[in-house]
């Protein structure tokens, strides 16, 4: 079975501070791609990265960062000189190609609340 | 492109009445997705379609939960002799079924309270 495993729940920092959100996953598959998603206070979920399971490099997008792990079924997301508006709840979420079981499977999350 | 879009926003209902949200995918994805969010958890799947065909069900799919996309494009998901277990948000996404892409685009959800 696919199960996604965010062990932080909530994470509380001060504005500028560096940030990583962890996120552990496990599937049988050997061809499977990696998200992460934002849900900012209105509700909505924001796409913010894909990766798939053949591509470890690590990804940065100014002050977001991605570190996928296959050795260790991780793929975490840090933020750089945190700010206000990154508070949100983040979701990484796993997509296996099973025939008849393509869908996401999400963790439960980890509210991240940056303080001034 | 206008994105996914769910009507209504916000439904209140009471017990034991049905409800009937809809979903209008991104036009050309062929792939459309039915997840719940209760508070605090992440997306729970419920149901996918590619095309008019619907392809896997979820457990959490009861006999009182039914999900159509007759013509391939909006879908709508009905829920019959609501609980108060059901309120949640029901989010839906749409995708390209493309190894390309395999990126859901979720609409804003309906938030499903039921008195």
């Known amino acids: 079975a696919q199960k996604v495993t965010q062990a932080q729940t909530e994470i509380s920092v001060v504005e500028k501070e560096d940030v990583t959100l962890d996120c552990v996953y496990e599937t049988r598959d050997t061809t499977y791609y990696l998200f992460w998603y934002k849900q900012p206070p209105s509700g909505e979920l924001v796409f913010l990265i894909r990766?798939?399971?053949?591509?470890?490099q690590n990804e940065i997008s100014g002050r977001y960062s991605w570190n996928f792990q296959k050795s260790t079924s991780s793929f975490n997301f840090t933020i750089t000189a945190s700010q206000v508006v990154d508070s949100a709840v983040y979701f990484c979420?796993?997509?296996?190609?099973?025939?008849?079981?393509?869908?996401?499977?999400f963790g439960q999350g980890t509210r991240l609340t940056i303080n001034p | 492109d206008t994105g996914v879009s769910q009507d209504p926003r916000h439904k209140i209902t009471k017990r034991g009445q049905n409800v009937t949200f809809r979903c209008d995918p991104i036009s050309e994805h062929n792939r459309l997705y039915w997840y719940r969010q209760t508070l605090g958890q992440g997306p729970e799947f419920l149901t996918y379609?590619?095309?008019?065909?619907?392809?896997?069900k979820s457990r959490l799919l009861s006999d009182r939960f039914s999900a159509e996309r007759p013509k391939g494009s909006f879908s709508t998901l009905e829920i019959q002799r609501t609980e108060q277990g059901d309120s949640a948000m029901y989010l839906c996404?749409?995708?390209?079924?493309?190894?390309?892409?395999?990126?859901?685009?979720f609409g804003n959800g309906t938030r499903l309270t039921v008195t």
């Open positions: 379609f590619q095309n008019e065909a619907q392809l896997e």
């Open positions: 990766r798939n399971s053949f591509d470890e």
């Open positions: 979420a796993l997509f296996t190609l099973i025939q008849g079981a393509q869908k996401l499977v």
């Open positions: 996404a749409s995708s390209l079924a493309d190894q390309t892409a395999w990126a859901l685009h």
